[in-house]
């Protein structure tokens, strides 16, 4: 079956501009998580979402990072007044989520590479 | 302090070589342990889940000390297929994972 899929797959935007990664995640999976990843590190947790709702917004840097999930199920990540810092790959996952359980397991998407200049 | 460690590497073993990685994680609330496998320039996929009671995957072999906070990942046989970065992760919650910055490994002809 399908798995994540994230688009644009690259984007190069210049500082101060405005941008909007998109999920689609799993069929029938109700989880969906960001994640950002710099060169050389690990993915670092953004975001998770339980259906449309925000259920842990604690891993976004600031307040110019906001994602929404409107009808739980595609999402997208929108960064205002991007930074040079904010360059780094923008990974999404999914998951069954509740259902999933203590072994619940995490797909990722192949990310969004984003360059600010 | 990060919360998940890993030596860097990079690991540089021949083929059919046995190598070996540990991680340690700093945080003992942890619930679950993972290995994931990532690809250069590519998404992170899961290797294996780690168990207290160790478990095998053919020729991957995954430990979890939780006494000592470490977690192992043995590869015996390498390939030249394995070559890629090697991921810990911890589970803090029931979503919330916690990568190190990953292992890489290079398994040469």
């Known amino acids: 079956g399908a798995g994540v899929s994230q688009t644009p797959s690259n984007k190069v935007t210049e500082k101060g501009k405005y941008v909007e990664l998109r999920c689609d995640p799993i069929s029938g999976h109700t989880a969906l998580y960001w994640y950002r990843q710099s060169l050389g590190q690990g993915p670092e947790f953004l975001i998770y979402f339980q259906g449309t709702g925000a259920a842990d917004d604690s891993g976004l840097p600031n307040d110019r990072f906001f994602a929404v999930r409107p009808e739980g199920s595609v999402s997208t990540l929108k960064i205002q007044r991007t930074e040079r810092g904010d360059s780094a790959v923008y990974l999404c996952a999914s998951s069954l989520g509740l259902a999933g359980g203590n072994t619940d397991t995490q797909y990722f998407g192949p990310g969004t590479r984003l360059t600010v200049l | ?109």
């Open chain 2, 1 to 109: 302090r990060k919360e998940v460690e890993q030596d860097p590497g990079p690991f540089n073993v021949p083929e059919g070589a046995t190598v070996a990685f540990n991680c340690t994680y700093s945080n003992s609330a942890s619930q679950s342990f993972f290995w994931y496998r990532q690809d250069c320039r590519k998404e992170p996929k899961l290797l294996m889940s780690v168990y207290s009671s160790g478990n095998e995957d053919g020729r991957f072999t995954a430990q979890l000390n939780r006494a000592s906070q470490y977690i192992s990942l043995l590869i015996r046989d390498s390939k030249l297929s394995d070559s890629a970065t090697y991921l810990c992760v911890v589970n803090k919650s029931s979503y919330k994972l916690i990568f190190g910055s990953g292992t890489r490994l290079l398994v040469r002809p």
